[in-house]
């Protein structure tokens, strides 16, 4: 519904009304309603403004029931609301590995997280210094002083496989669960296409040359604004050259490998991502279905 985001009145029709429901967030946590067994992670509008004093309300789109927004707490720490038995506090990620929401509600969650961040980080003018405003339903801050306008980002990033015959690369940060290899990735430079990207991270990380790159598939991560864009590259040769600070190892695996890693079934007991990462998907894409470069 981005047509309605420059009518300020339709966006407060739509806040009033008594269908308005809210995501809502404590600092960068987001807050769930639970309704039984089952939890929710909306809450009519009346309902979000008494877990808190408001600091941010952003206009997220309309469901066909009940127009969306998100709502951030001044209260930048989330313990306030961890004693009460009706709510839930917990990280977006855990939500997602946890399987806590119907999937279709993990769009509009990540929209909410990642909305509430950039205006979180950005309340003053990169021009001038001043304070901002919010505009068009929280898509735009500008500045009343020397009228720049702002708007949120999303940070790309890519993240990609290098195959070569019946086996590829996989490395692993010191971040990661133990036994967990998953599909190397890194920020898209100023000027960079997301080919060259791909072939210039391999390189980095694990010293792996690459030729032709090939895009599968991409998926919003909300941690807190980026964007994956998911590709296969044709490694040229065999050599792995670890650069020991973003990789704590890499190696080669073959489909055998990374099929029994997928199915948790590794004789080594080593895993792959978590299938709500878009990781986990390439490598479903290059060992069970034969995707490649």
Request: aromatic share 6%; net charge negative; charged share 25%.
């Amino acid at each position: 519904m981005a047509e309605v985001r420059d009518k300020p009145d339709t966006i407060a029709a739509m806040e009033a009304s008594s269908a308005a429901r809210a995501i809502v967030l404590a600092g960068d946590i987001p807050i769930l309603k639970r309704q039984g067994d089952a939890l929710d992670v909306l809450f009519s509008m009346s309902e979000a403004r008494d877990l808190g004093q408001v600091r941010e309300c952003v206009f997220l789109g309309h469901d066909g029931t009940s127009p969306i927004f998100g709502l951030a707490l001044e209260a930048q720490e989330p313990e306030t609301h961890q004693e009460r038995d009706d709510l839930l506090v917990i990280d977006a990620r855990s939500i997602a590995v946890q399987g806590l929401l119907s999937p279709e509600w993990l769009g509009p969650l990540g929209e909410a997280k990642s909305l509430l961040y950039w205006h979180r980080r950005h309340r003053f003018c990169a021009a001038c210094g001043q304070a901002t405003e919010l505009k068009s339903g929280g898509w735009k801050r500008i500045c009343p002083s020397c009228e720049a306008e702002h708007f949120p980002r999303t940070d790309p990033v890519a993240i990609m496989m290098a195959v070569k015959g019946d086996k590829c690369v996989l490395g692993r940060q010191s971040r990661f669960p133990a036994g967990m290899y998953s599909c190397l990735a890194g920020f898209i430079e100023p000027g960079e296409t997301v080919e060259n990207a791909v072939r210039r991270e391999l390189f980095e990380e694990a010293g792996v040359r690459t030729g032709a790159v090939r895009y599968l598939a991409s998926q919003p991560w909300p941690f807190p604004g980026s964007m994956m864009i998911g590709c296969i590259a044709e490694a040229l040769d065999d050599e792995l050259v670890i650069d020991g600070e973003e990789l704590e190892d890499a190696r080669w695996f073959s489909r055998e490998e990374v099929i029994s890693m997928i199915k948790v079934e590794h004789p080594d007991g080593l895993l792959a991502p978590q299938p709500i990462a878009i990781a986990h998907a390439i490598m479903r894409a290059w060992a069970l279905e034969g995707e490649t470069a």
